[in-house]
């Protein structure tokens, strides 16, 4: 079965970086593309930022576009996420996810992705 672990969160200032990494097993990684989500405490999960198989193509929400890079290594089936610039509002449980389907575009609905990690703690005080 596919699994995904995140690793990498933690606590960080305003202004600081952090680096999560997710690794994965349980299929060819490099046929799939992969997201970032994240949760805040009393909102909905949202979009973060997704890449597709080849790395050819990114995306990013609005709110992390110019702060936040997505990259992935095929060779280790690895993605990450380079946290710059950190906000308070950066504050959130961070998941990895990996679609269900290969295919060479990119998903942004949570709809889309079929297999999760457990969910990494990253908090950035004022």
């Known amino acids: 079965q596919v699994q995904l672990v995140e690793s990498g969160g933690g606590l960080v200032q305003a202004g600081g970086s952090l680096r999560l990494s997710c690794a994965t097993s349980?299929?060819?990684?490099?046929?799939?593309?992969m997201g970032w989500f994240r949760q805040a405490p009393g909102k909905e999960r949202e979009f973060v930022a997704a890449?597709?198989?080849?790395?050819?193509?990114?995306y990013y929400a609005d709110s992390v576009k110019g702060r936040f890079i997505i990259s992935r290594d095929n060779a280790l089936n690895t993605v990450y996420l380079q946290m710059n610039s950190l906000k308070p509002e950066d504050t959130a449980l961070y998941y990895c996810?990996?679609?269900?389907?290969?295919?060479?575009?990119?998903?942004?609905?949570?709809?889309?992705?079929?297999?999760w990690g457990q969910g990494i703690q990253v908090t950035v005080s004022s």
């Open positions: 996810a990996a679609p269900k389907l290969s295919v060479s575009y990119i998903y942004t609905s949570a709809k889309e992705y079929e297999y």
């Open positions: 349980g299929r060819t990684f490099s046929d799939y593309g």
């Open positions: 890449i597709n198989r080849r790395s050819s193509n990114t």
